[in-house]
Nanobody, 127 residues
Framework: QLQLVDSGGGLVQPGGSLRLSCAAS????????VGWFRQAPGKEREGVVC????????NYANFVKGRFTIARDNAKNTVYLQMNSLKPEDTAIYYC????????????????????WGQGTQVTVSS
């Protein structure tokens, strides 16, 4: 069974950091682009960042540039999202998603382009 498991969310003060993990089981991630998306209460889901299957290409949303970093370890079948300088407006449920791709540098930006989804992990930024 193909599965993604998100973890690492929690409660953090403004300015703090969290690292989210997205672990795949039942398939190997090295032929999949991976994206992180988030959905805040009352808002639509939005893309945060995506990474190509070998990590050579990334695409960050403007609102996280310079604060968030995506990385992947294909040997561990896991993708990470390091989130620094967190703000209250970063509060949301964060989801990772994966889709199989056939180039090394491209990564889809939109949620409808992804086939497999994690269950989500809650990130709350509050003092």
């Amino acid at each position: 069974q193909l599965q993604l498991v998100d973890s690492g969310g929690g409660l953090v003060q403004p300015g703090g950091s969290l690292r989210l993990s997205c672990a795949a089981s039942g398939f190997t991630l090295d032929t999949y682009a991976v994206g992180w998306f988030r959905q805040a209460p009352g808002k639509e889901r939005e893309g945060v960042v995506c990474i190509s299957r070998r990590g050579g290409g990334t695409n960050y949303a403007n609102f996280v540039k310079g604060r968030f970093t995506i990385a992947r370890d294909n040997a561990k079948n896991t993708v990470y999202l390091q989130m620094n300088s967190l703000k209250p407006e970063d509060t949301a449920i964060y989801y990772c998603a994966a889709t199989e791709v056939y180039t090394d540098y491209g990564a889809p930006k939109y949620d409808y382009q992804y086939d497999y989804w994690g269950q989500g992990t809650q990130v709350t930024v509050s003092s």
